[in-house]
């Protein structure tokens, strides 16, 4: 039975649609919270490893306060290596870059060089690609307005293939071999999910947008959050249809 393995970083953070859209499948969820120390899984085939996002990034590998960081970017490796699945989202897509032999650097301002300005809020993403037959083109063809919440780019390595960029970051989704994938926005989120992020991260949302920054976010959830809903389902079928 295929097995969705879930490497999760805090509490507010979960698989969101992920679990959905795998227990639809009927395939098992099984979630490992590495910050309350539970054990990196062992991966076998036919595995899906979804790695989460987090505050935390690749500058904190060998933080004391994250030794866990350094096994998943090793367990990463190693599912790179043996044609396991993988999806990266947000953090878990700049760990799957990292492990891959990118990079990622701040994300700064427009035409300001030297000021970092994080990205947060709903705007658009779009393809770069140009197969023709390519079902996630297919499906990003159109402006398709997602959650983004992140304060760094991904510099991709040599080997990774980008699928769609925002206005603001290049980096917002790619592939790295045939089964891994790295989405940098989120479309796991449900409006529940977004709420708890908008109480607990109040400091990085005001950096970025302002001391309404709160408000802002509140009014786009409500208008993107549900109208959005089957789009992001159908992004999130197609991709487990191309890795399972």
Known sequence: MTRLLVLQHLEREGPGLFAQVAEEREISVCTFRLDLGD????????DLLLVLGGPMGIRDIGNPNFPWLKKEVDLIKHAL????????????????????????EVLLEEGESDKPLAEIGWQTVSS???????????????????????????????????????????????QIGSLAYGIQFHVEIGNEMVNKWIQEDKEFISSALGEDGESILKMQQKEFGNKTLKARLEFLNTLFDLII
């Not at 054990?39 to 036919?46: A, D, K, Q, V």
């Open 81 to 104: 290596n043996h044609n396991v699945g993988i999806i990266g989202v947000c953090l878990g897509a700049q760990l799957l870059a990292y492990a891959a032999g990118g990079d990622i």
């Open 39 to 46: 054990s990196l899984p062992e991966l076998f085939n036919g």
């Open 128 to 174: 770069s690609l140009c197969e023709e037959n390519n079902k996630l083109k297919t499906l990003l063809a159109k402006s398709f307005p997602v959650l983004h919440w992140h304060g760094d780019r991904i510099l991709l390595p040599s080997t990774a293939k980008l699928i769609a960029s925002s206005y603001r970051c290049k980096e917002q989704f790619f």
